[in-house]
């Protein structure tokens, strides 16, 4: 088995509450209008990946809880291989959309990354969480993303197997935390300055990446944002699809805003995923940069 990309880390199952006017408090039980099961975490970027035309894997432990066996059919039916050993326990989020942002419960079991078994899948690409980034198997350009947690715990130690990543991917506040700096720009830099280009999503201003190319800008096109949730994934599926093409860093940073930035105006990451074709319509005036053949091999 060969895949242009595996993201070795944990999918999620999430569950998302939609339809309902405020959170509830301690003790307090409120009534939503709708509840939906999606991929999530990781499965994101296989899904963005997949819909963009990219033959994408996840590997971990796959989990044989119920949660495990609704995920791996939700996969399944994307066209994800969900690979790895036996798991007792699956990773879930609830999710709570709620007037543009919105709020999470998550349980995650921890495992280890098997670099052997990355490599077996022969992939162009690899995504992994920055704190076991010196797990992705040598040949593969590695693309390193960050989460809350994590940001703070390795709040000015980046592992030194950083150098070698292709592209570190964070959000503002993860940026920040990183290198205890105040200033966006000036941490973005010093990301980079590890090795990497280093990409900083901005929410609704866009994203700048910095690296040897200098230190470019992309605004986020104007939308109606029902559900934030899962469109930093997003992101970082059209960054490496478009990377994979052969795209340069500032057109890359172009098709990876517009693309996350479609996705906030529906409930799910998997209604707002688009396809390739979709895409295109949706993004016309960057038509010009889109890969006219994709990024397969």
């Not at 990219?54 to 590997?59: E, G, L, N, S």
């Not at 609830?94 to 709020?103: A, I, T």
């Not at 010196?134 to 390193?144: S, Y």
């Amino acid at each position: 088995m060969s895949v242009d990309v595996v993201c070795a880390s944990a999918p999620f199952l999430d569950i998302t509450f939609s339809g309902f006017d405020r959170m509830p408090a301690l003790g307090e039980e409120r009534m939503a209008e709708a509840v939906e099961y999606t991929p999530g975490g990781i499965a994101n970027i296989a899904l963005g990946l997949t819909r963009l035309g990219v033959d994408a894997a996840i590997w971990s432990p796959v989990g044989d809880d119920i949660s495990g066996r609704v995920l791996n059919g939700l996969l399944a039916a994307e066209g994800i291989d969900w690979v790895g050993p036996p798991g007792a326990a699956t990773a879930v989020s609830v999710v709570m959309p709620l007037n543009g942002d919105r709020g999470f419960l998550s349980a995650c079991p921890e495992f280890e990354i098997d670099t052997d078994a990355l490599a077996a899948l022969e992939p162009r690409a690899v995504v992994i969480d920055l704190p076991v980034v010196e797990r992705a198997p040598a040949g593969a350009d590695v693309h390193a993303v960050v989460g809350d947690v994590d940001a703070r715990r390795l709040a000015g130690r980046l592992p030194a197997a950083l150098a070698d990543a292709r592209t570190l991917l964070a959000n503002e506040p993860e940026a920040l935390m990183l290198t205890g700096l105040d200033d966006v720009e000036s941490a973005a830099r010093a990301l980079a300055g590890h090795g990497p280009t280093a990409v900083v999503t901005l929410a609704a201003g866009g994203a700048l990446c910095a690296g040897e190319h200098g230190l470019v800008r992309a605004p986020a096109p104007e939308v109606t944002v029902v559900d934030t949730n899962g469109a930093g994934d997003l992101f970082t599926a059209a960054w490496v699809w478009a990377d994979l093409a052969g795209v340069p860093p500032e057109e890359r940073l172009q098709l990876a805003v517009a693309y996350a930035s479609l996705s906030v105006r529906v409930a799910t990451t998997r209604d707002g995923a688009l396809t390739l074709d979709a895409f295109r319509r949706e993004a016309q005036p960057l038509d010009a940069i889109i890969p006219p053949k994709g990024a397969r091999r």
